[in-house]
């Protein structure tokens, strides 16, 4: 059985995560055109006013997966400006993180389960693997899980297949 590396986690998976949110984008705004429906009305949506609007969500998933793999190699991460308003934005989005993570290679992650680092909103510095496991992965998960429950739940034809993408063996 092959270890799973540092790398597998933060830019392998953190890819797969973005296709996916890049697959739903594309229903929503399909089913946006169909029926006729403003964008808008689904970037605006929340789950319950005190939360983030699908946008954020989107935004969200997109900082944190590629200031994953930046922070547990020592880099800083993209400052992407959230500007956006429409599908077709968030989608360069996206593909802004995906360029960078596809940059980032396996041999940068040397060490960096040991390395200290600096989340935002964090007071305090963790050691990279409690970063990764505790703080980074579970974030992101719950920002695209958010995202995909805002598009469900507003009608947009969504399934568990859409979230989790086609099968591939590691």
């Not at 929503?28 to 319950?48: P, T």
């Not at 990279?128 to 505790?134: A, D, I, S």
């Amino acid at each position: 059985m092959k270890e799973v590396s540092y790398y597998q986690l933060a830019v392998e998976n953190n890819l797969r995560i973005l296709h996916n949110l890049s697959h739903l984008l594309d229903k929503a705004a399909a089913y946006c055109a169909e029926l006729k429906i403003e964008e808008r009305a689904l970037l605006e949506a929340r789950l319950f006013p005190d939360m983030f609007p699908l946008v954020r969500q989107i935004q969200a998933v997109s900082d944190m997966t590629q200031g994953c793999a930046a922070r547990l190699i020592g880099q800083e991460p993209l400052n992407l400006e959230s500007k956006e308003t429409s599908f077709a934005e968030l989608q360069k989005r996206i593909t802004q993180s995906a360029v960078y993570l596809k940059a980032v290679k396996e041999t940068d992650f040397a060490g960096c389960e040991s390395r200290e680092v600096h989340a935002p909103h964090r007071d305090k510095p963790m050691r990279g693997e409690v970063f990764l496991l505790c703080h980074a992965l579970p974030n992101i998960f719950f920002h695209i899980t958010t995202a995909y429950n805002l598009l469900r739940h507003n009608g947009v034809p969504v399934g568990k297949a859409d979230f989790l993408g086609p099968f591939r063996d590691l």
